[in-house]
């Protein structure tokens, strides 16, 4: 079956140092991949997404994700975190066009000031 | 324009009691989905609705179901509520589920169920 892992369930560092969250899919082709990121007592908020294309993607709030097609990854990397990033981060992928959404466990952003 | 909004946001119900979340997607949307979110088991989808069709059903048991009325707005219903109900229940919309991988799907803060 499809799966989406995110092999860590947090990760903690200092703020102002550089971050990247790991997530893997398992999947026979190029899914339709999103990063998301949830605050306590939240929502959840897309962060960026992938389609086609450059492999590079950009979002918001500073955050760039890399499609590696030879690992199944799409790790989400910010070059300096503040402290409001604090928060849970999922990874998910759409496998085809019109199928459900498939959500990874989550990690769980710390900065230490 | 207003975001996706939920009601009740907190709600406690006892066993085997029923419940009904409510779901107002953002205006013009016309895509629904429900996701139930536990430390267990993460976000798990429920189903999808659209043009008051369900169109995508997850792996859960017939206790949950739901509609969506023709001005796009949602309710989800469970039956029989067990203590492994209690959970976040997170709603989103989207503008048009053929387009839904392209579209952004937009979160409501979720109504959080708890099971006594």
């Known amino acids: 079956a499809q799966s989406v892992t995110q092999p860590d369930i947090h990760i903690t560092v200092s703020e102002g140092a550089s971050l990247e969250l790991r997530c893997n899919y398992s999947?026979?082709?190029?899914?339709?991949l999103f990063w998301y990121v949830q605050s306590p007592g939240q929502g959840l908020q897309l962060l960026l997404k992938?389609?086609?294309?450059?492999?590079l993607v950009q979002g918001i709030k500073g955050f760039e994700a890399e499609f590696k097609r030879s690992q199944s990854s799409f790790n989400l990397r910010k070059p300096s975190v503040h402290w409001s990033d604090a928060a849970e981060y999922f990874c998910?992928?759409?496998?085809?066009?019109?199928?459900?959404?498939?959500f990874g466990k989550g990690t769980r952003l710390h900065i230490l000031p | 324009k207003a975001g996706v909004t939920q009601t009740p946001r907190y709600l406690i119900k006892t066993r085997g009691q029923q419940v009904t979340l409510s779901c107002s997607p953002i205006?013009?949307?016309?895509?629904v989905s429900w996701y139930q979110q536990t430390p267990g088991q993460g976000l798990q989808f429920l189903f999808e609705?659209?043009?008051?069709?369900?169109?995508n059903k997850g792996n859960f048991p017939g206790r949950f179901s739901g509609r969506q009325f023709s001005n796009s707005r949602s309710e989800m219903n469970v039956s029989t509520l067990e203590l492994g109900d209690s959970a976040l229940y997170l709603c989103?919309?989207?503008?048009?589920?053929?387009?839904?991988?392209?579209?952004?799907?937009?979160f409501g803060p979720g109504t959080r169920l708890t099971v006594l």
């Open positions: 992938y389609f086609s294309g450059d492999t």
């Open positions: 205006s013009g949307h016309r895509s």
């Open positions: 999947y026979g082709a190029t899914p339709y």
């Open positions: 609705y659209f043009s008051e069709t369900q169109r």
């Open positions: 998910a992928v759409v496998m085809n066009r019109d199928d459900k959404i498939i």
């Open positions: 989103a919309s989207s503008l048009d589920p053929l387009a839904r991988a392209r579209d952004e799907q937009f």
